[in-house]
């Protein structure tokens, strides 16, 4: 049971990044999915969310420049991140509603 995240990296600002996160079919197609970020010093937040119909949330600060998908087929959640900043520095983590935590990619925006 396990979820694994990949995709991270060091982007310049106003740059892209696709994150990934491989799930174990058992805690994937009946939860809900989640992106989470916890920058240097700060509190875990969570980015966006989307249930297992597909109804998905974002938080405020990304809304517009990020946007999350699923395949249930795959098992496999994405989070597309454009318009980067350099506060959406951060190790972004996947959530199953399972619950389960994967254990975090590296997302650097620097120039």
């Known amino acids: 049971v396990q979820l694994v995240e990949s995709g991270g990296g060091l982007v310049q600002p106003g740059g892209s990044l696709r994150l990934s996160c491989a799930a174990s079919?058992?805690?994937?197609?009946?939860?809900?999915m989640a992106w989470y970020r916890q920058a240097p010093g700060k509190q875990r937040e969570l980015v966006g969310s989307?249930?297992?119909?597909?109804?998905?949330y974002y938080a405020d600060s990304v809304k517009g420049r990020f946007t999350i998908s699923r395949d249930n087929t795959r098992s496999t959640l994405s989070l597309q991140m454009n318009s980067l900043k350099p506060e959406d520095t951060a190790v972004y983590y996947c959530?199953?509603?399972?619950?389960?935590w994967g254990q975090g990619t590296q997302v650097t925006v620097s120039s």
């Open positions: 959530f199953s509603s399972f619950p389960t």
């Open positions: 079919k058992s805690i994937f197609s009946m939860y809900t």
């Open positions: 989307m249930t297992e119909n597909a109804a998905p």
